[in-house]
């Protein structure tokens, strides 16, 4: 696909499939084009170029059965502040058409989800932020479906309400839903993700499991080397003509793969100060050149 606002190429001749019954994590710095791709997928935008199927519909065709299929979370609360948690669910049970008769337990399972049963008739104003999210959430799953579109689900909040918040995702995932997170967060893409695709400037520059990703762009050892500027400029060429990635981080440059330094280089380099496990962390700053929460 190829989604162009004026002059910016939000979307760069993405290709992605997503198997049935996996997470993927579409995983980029901000401006990679994550939530373009998002809108595109729930037909809120139109591509420029390319083709969409969505669990067999096509878009921007076929866009209001893929709607009807597919849960969607979006990154900003629009909870309707004046109804209660239960009126929320309520309303999209009715948008997503779930049968009449089926609502009452649809919005009942839903709100155990959202474990919000003792809060189901509290104003969603009145609700945490934390709660809040979880209602959220549970409202693209009210009708059971197959597919899940999660937009960065836990930007902005604080690491307790994340952590509830992964064991909801990491639900759906064991329960077979597929679901395709977007998200800015290395350790929400870690944790919950069978595979990740790595966006950039509007593509998908590497996919995997993140195993893998780190295996093939990380190795298995990361090597830190701390000093002043001429010592870390020197670490950097001495890796870099050895064709060994490094990246920066504050007053170190690390040595990726280190694992597979030739001895020359080694002695050159000298007893690094740190020696770590290669992380996905390390594969991002890599592959996308920013760093990451
Ligand atoms: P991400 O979700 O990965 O942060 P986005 O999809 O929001 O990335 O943005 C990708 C690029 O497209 C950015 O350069 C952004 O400024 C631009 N962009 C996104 N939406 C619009 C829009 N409605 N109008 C103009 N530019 C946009």
């Given at each position: 696909?190829?989604?162009?606002?004026?002059?910016v190429?939000a979307?760069?001749?993405?290709?992605?499939?997503?198997?049935?019954?996996?997470?993927?994590?579409?995983?980029?710095?901000?401006?990679?084009?994550k939530?373009?791709?998002?809108?595109?997928?729930?037909?809120?935008?139109?591509?420029?170029?390319?083709?969409?199927?969505?669990?067999?519909?096509?878009?921007?065709?076929?866009?209001?059965?893929?709607?009807?299929?597919?849960?969607?979370?979006?990154?900003?609360?629009?909870?309707?502040?004046?109804?209660?948690?239960?009126?929320?669910?309520e309303?999209?049970?009715?948008?997503?058409?779930?049968?009449?008769?089926?609502?009452?337990?649809?919005?009942?399972?839903?709100?155990?989800?959202?474990?919000?049963?003792?809060r189901?008739?509290?104003?969603?104003?009145?609700?945490?932020?934390?709660?809040?999210?979880?209602?959220?959430?549970?409202?693209?799953?009210?009708?059971?479906?197959?597919?899940?579109?999660?937009?960065?689900?836990?930007?902005?909040l604080?690491?307790?309400?994340?952590?509830?918040?992964?064991?909801?995702?990491a639900?759906?995932?064991?329960?077979?839903?597929?679901?395709l997170?977007?998200?800015?967060?290395?350790?929400?893409?870690?944790?919950?993700?069978?595979?990740?695709?790595?966006?950039?400037?509007?593509?998908v520059?590497?996919?995997?499991?993140?195993?893998?990703?780190?295996?093939?762009?990380?190795?298995?050892?990361?090597?830190?080397?701390y000093?002043?500027?001429?010592?870390?400029?020197?670490?950097?060429?001495?890796?870099?003509n050895?064709?060994?990635?490094?990246?920066?981080?504050?007053p170190?440059?690390?040595?990726?793969?280190?694992?597979?330094?030739?001895?020359?280089?080694?002695?050159?380099?000298g007893?690094?100060?740190v020696?770590?496990?290669?992380?996905?962390?390390?594969?991002?700053?890599?592959?996308?050149?920013?760093?990451?929460?």
């Amino acid at each position: 696909m190829v989604k162009r606002y004026g002059d910016v190429t939000a979307v760069d001749g993405l290709d992605l499939e997503v198997p049935h019954g996996i997470c993927l994590g579409l995983l980029g710095p901000n401006g990679a084009g994550k939530s373009t791709t998002m809108r595109l997928l729930t037909a809120q935008s139109r591509a420029d170029k390319g083709e969409i199927t969505v669990l067999g519909h096509s878009l921007p065709g076929a866009s209001k059965r893929a709607r009807a299929a597919m849960g969607v979370v979006p990154q900003q609360d629009n909870l309707d502040e004046e109804l209660t948690a239960r009126q929320n669910l309520e309303v999209f049970a009715h948008l997503y058409r779930v049968p009449k008769d089926d609502r009452a337990a649809a919005v009942g399972r839903a709100l155990a989800v959202a474990q919000l049963v003792d809060r189901a008739d509290t104003k969603t104003g009145n609700l945490s932020g934390g709660m809040r999210r979880r209602l959220l959430i549970a409202r693209g799953l009210v009708h059971r479906p197959r597919l899940v579109l999660l937009d960065e689900p836990t930007v902005g909040l604080d690491p307790q309400v994340r952590q509830e918040l992964w064991s909801l995702v990491a639900a759906l995932r064991s329960e077979g839903v597929t679901t395709l997170m977007s998200t800015h967060y290395i350790e929400e893409a870690e944790r919950l993700a069978d595979e990740c695709a790595l966006m950039s400037h509007g593509k998908v520059v590497a996919r995997g499991t993140p195993a893998d990703l780190i295996a093939e762009h990380a190795g298995t050892h990361v090597d830190e080397h701390y000093g002043p500027p001429e010592r870390l400029s020197e670490v950097e060429e001495l890796a870099k003509n050895a064709g060994l990635p490094t990246r920066r981080t504050g007053p170190s440059v690390s040595v990726l793969a280190a694992e597979r330094q030739p001895e020359s280089l080694r002695q050159e380099l000298g007893p690094a100060n740190v020696r770590r496990a290669a992380s996905l962390e390390d594969v991002f700053v890599v592959l996308t050149g920013e760093s990451v929460e």
